[in-house]
Structures are given as C-alpha cells and as structure tokens.
T-cell receptor, first 115, second 116 residues
C-alpha cells in the first residue's frame, strides 16, 4: 500500500511565476490536508479538503493561494505570482475518516524555493 | 494563544539511554487527540504515537511511550534505549474534536541528538 505521494519533491520558481504542488493520498483515504513549514518552524495548517469540497481553508492566505481535490486525480495546491516569502516546505497529509483518533499520514513534502 | 508548547529547542542523549521530550497543550475541549511525529534530516514526517483524551492507559509503540497527564495538560514522549537513528526533530501535535476543526496544531519542535 503506497503512502502519500507528493510531487515534485523540489520546485524552484522565480518571483511572479506560478507553483503547482500535487498530492495523491493513501489508497482508501478521502481526506486531504495541506500544511506549510517555514524554516526552523513547526507545521502550520493551510487547508482541509474532501473530494470536490473545501471543508476548512482557515489557514490559507486570502490571495494567490488556492487548493482543489477533484473527483479524479490528485489534490493540487496552487500558488500564483510567488514571492520569496512563499519559500517553504509544503506537506500533504491524508486520513481515512475524520474521527479524532484518525492519524494523518504525511507525504515527503515539496520544497519550494522562490528566487 | 499557543496551543502546543515544546519548551526544549534541543536535547542531547547518550546512545542506549532513555530521553523525555516535553509537550504541554491548551484546549477547552473534552475530546481531543495528541500525536507525536518525527522529522529526520531527510525531511519527511513520520507518525510515532497517538493518545486520545479519553484513553485511560498511556500509549506505547515499541520504544516510544507517551506520558499523558491530563490534569497537567502534558503529553511527554519517552524514547527508551535511544539509537543513533533517533536523531531528528520531534513534533507534538493536537487535534480537537469531534465537531472541532480537523486540523493538527503543531508545536515548534525539539531537536534530539543521540551521541554515540
């Protein structure tokens, strides 16, 4: 059973470009979460999605960031017009249900560098 | 207000000894879950152990155990018989619910170094 897959593992963008980060949850998991980790910091929640629905986006910046989890295919975190402050590790996690006991399993992360 | 506090930025332990990593939390919920994750230098986040607020027994997973003191709102991770491969960042996290947000709230982490 493959774990959570994220690609690319490393992404370099120039200021003003777009970044697209992909996440395929574990088989059987229908809940996807995105987190951001700045250098020397813990992870900060960004958004929680189920198939075709955004459930909680309280951690997403209001501008330039969007996320989707279509019926078919991976979840996508999209950052438009990237700035240097967007440089961070972006982690995706998945879980099978929403009970408090359900562990969120993390992917390997995408390291975004904005030049 | 910070919900998860890890007061030890760095810890050192000798190989084969036990080490305790501290975590205190703040919540008004009666139902919540506490998690520990390990992040080695390669960067991935590895789930270690889970403790539910209603669980009466302290959680254990191999060499990992969680010292859960509900009245003190602490959930310390104990690693027994440390190994060199245990050197990593360790993050404590909390999930509130049911009915609360589904997100995990993380502490800032503790960097553990295991010396030979």
């Amino acid at each position: 059973n493959a774990g959570v897959m994220q690609n690319p593992r490393h992404l370099v963008r120039r200021r003003g470009q777009e970044a697209r980060l992909r996440c395929s949850p574990m088989k059987g998991h229908s809940h996807v979460y995105w987190y951001r980790q700045l250098p020397e910091e813990g992870l900060k929640f960004m958004v929680y999605l189920q198939k075709e629905n955004i459930i909680d986006e309280s951690g997403m910046p209001k501008e330039r960031f969007s996320a989707e989890f279509p019926k078919e295919g991976p979840s996508i975190l999209r950052i438009q017009q990237v700035v240097r402050g967007d440089s961070a590790a972006y982690f995706c996690a998945s879980s099978p249900r929403t009970r408090r006991t359900d562990t969120q399993y993390f992917g390997p992360g995408t390291r975004l560098t904005v030049l | 207000a910070q919900k998860i506090t890890q007061t030890q930025p760095g810890m050192f332990v000798q190989e084969k000894e036990a080490v305790t990593l501290d975590c205190t939390y703040d919540t008004s919920d009666q139902s919540y879950g506490l998690f520990w994750y390990k992040q080695p230098s390669s960067g991935e986040m590895i789930f270690l152990i889970y403790q539910g607020s209603y669980d009466e027994q302290n959680a254990t997973e191999g060499r990992y155990s969680l010292n859960f003191q509900k009245a003190r709102k602490s959930a310390n991770l104990v690693i027994s018989a440390s190994q060199l491969g245990d050197s990593a960042m360790y993050f404590c996290a909390m999930r509130e619910g049911p009915g609360g947000s589904e997100k995990l709230v993380f502490g800032k982490g503790t960097k553990l170094t295991v010396n030979p």
